[in-house]
C-alpha cells in the first residue's frame, strides 16, 4: 500500500472536517422541511414560476406549566405532507416557518371559537402577521348567543375575519388526511359545496348550473349539492343515492369527493372521500392568495 505524505494526510484530514462539519445534526424546523418533502413526495421538486409557496407558523396548546401538548413536532411534519399532497393541483405550496407552543392550562383544556372571533380576538398578539397561523387545542368549543352548543372538530377564519384556523385534536388523528386541508379552503375564501347561499331572485343553487356563480358555493364546476349526510352517502363507495332535487325538480348530482362537503366519510379501505379541488376552487384561492391575503406569499 502506497505511504501516505505529510501533505496527504494533512488533505485527508481537512476532508474528513468539512464532511464532519457538512453532515452535522440538523434542528428541529430542518429536520421537519426534509421530512415534509419526504412525505409530500419532495414538494420541492415541483415548484415552477407561478408556484405560491406560504408559509405556516404552528402554535402547540400546553398547559401553564408547559406540558400536556396537544400535538408533537413529529405529527406536525404529517399533517404537512398531507396538506401538500392535497394541494399539489392547485400550485399551491405550504412550509414550516415556525412551531411554537401555547402555554395556558384554560386553552390547553378548551378554546371557545367566538373569543377569537371579530371583535375579541385573544390569539391575534401571538400570531405571525405574514404567515398562516394554526393553532392546536385539546377542544374546541361552539358558542352561540352565550350559550355552549357542542364541540367543533376544527374552525377557520375567511379572509375578512382573520388571520388563523384552529384545530382539535380529533382533526389532527393519523388517518384524518382532509380536515385540515378543507380548513384550509375556507381560508382561502372557499365555502361549503352545500351552502345555501340564494341567488337575487332568491333561489338557492340549481343543477343547471344557470346561478352558480351567485348561489350555492358561488363555484360554477362544483355542482349544486344538497346536505350530504349519512342518509343519502353510501359510504362503502362514497356514491350519492339521495333523491333529493332543486327548486326546478331536477335531481342533485353532487361531487362527493370534493375536499368541502361538508360530510367526511370514508371507504371500506380508509380512503376518505373527501379528496380533490376542482379548478375553480384552486383558482378562488389563488385569487385570495393574490388579493385579500397576499401578505402569505412567499416567492
Excluded at 420541492?44 to 405560491?52: F, Q, R, V, Y
Excluded at 361549503?192 to 350555492?216: K, M, P, W
Aim: aromatic residues 8%.
Amino acid at each position: 500500500m502506497k505511504k501516505l505524505t505529510y501533505p496527504h494526510v494533512l488533505f485527508v484530514a481537512v476532508l474528513i472536517l468539512f464532511n464532519f462539519s457538512c453532515s452535522k445534526d440538523k434542528g428541529p424546523l430542518e429536520e421537519q422541511d426534509l421530512m415534509q418533502g419526504e412525505i409530500s413526495e419532495n414538494p420541492l421538486t415541483m415548484i415552477s414560476k407561478d408556484t405560491l409557496r406560504i408559509p405556516i407558523v404552528h402554535y402547540i396548546s400546553r398547559n401553564s406549566a408547559g406540558i400536556n401538548a396537544v400535538t408533537s413536532e413529529q405529527r406536525i411534519v404529517k399533517i404537512m405532507g398531507d396538506i401538500n399532497l392535497n394541494f399539489r393541483s392547485t400550485k399551491i405550496q405550504f412550509f414550516t416557518r415556525n412551531i411554537k407552543f401555547l402555554d395556558n392550562t384554560q386553552w390547553n383544556k378548551e378554546f371557545v371559537k367566538q373569543d377569537d372571533f371579530i371583535n375579541n380576538k385573544v390569539l391575534n398578539s401571538f400570531e405571525d402577521d405574514t404567515a398562516l397561523n394554526i393553532f392546536y387545542f385539546t377542544k374546541i368549543l361552539n358558542r352561540i348567543d352565550g350559550v355552549i352548543e357542542g364541540e367543533l372538530g376544527a374552525t377557520a377564519l375567511f379572509p375578512d375575519q382573520g388571520n388563523n384556523l384552529k384545530l382539535s385534536e380529533s382533526a389532527i388523528e393519523l388517518e384524518n388526511t382532509a380536515t385540515v386541508t378543507h380548513e384550509i379552503g375556507h381560508y382561502l375564501g372557499l365555502y361549503h359545496t352545500e351552502e345555501t347561499f340564494t341567488d337575487s331572485q332568491g333561489n338557492i343553487e340549481l343543477v343547471d348550473g344557470s346561478n352558480c356563480a351567485e348561489a350555492g358555493d358561488k363555484i360554477c364546476d362544483t355542482p349544486a349539492s344538497p346536505d350530504l349526510n349519512d342518509g343519502n352517502i353510501d359510504e362503502p363507495t362514497c356514491n350519492y343515492i339521495g333523491n333529493e332535487t332543486d327548486p326546478a325538480g331536477i335531481p342533485y348530482n353532487p361531487d362527493t369527493l370534493n375536499f368541502m362537503t361538508q360530510w367526511a366519510g370514508a371507504d371500506p379501505e380508509g380512503v376518505l372521500c373527501r379528496r380533490r379541488f376542482s379548478q375553480g376552487q384552486a383558482d378562488k384561492m389563488i385569487s385570495v392568495l393574490e388579493n385579500e391575503r397576499a401578505y402569505l406569499i412567499t416567492r
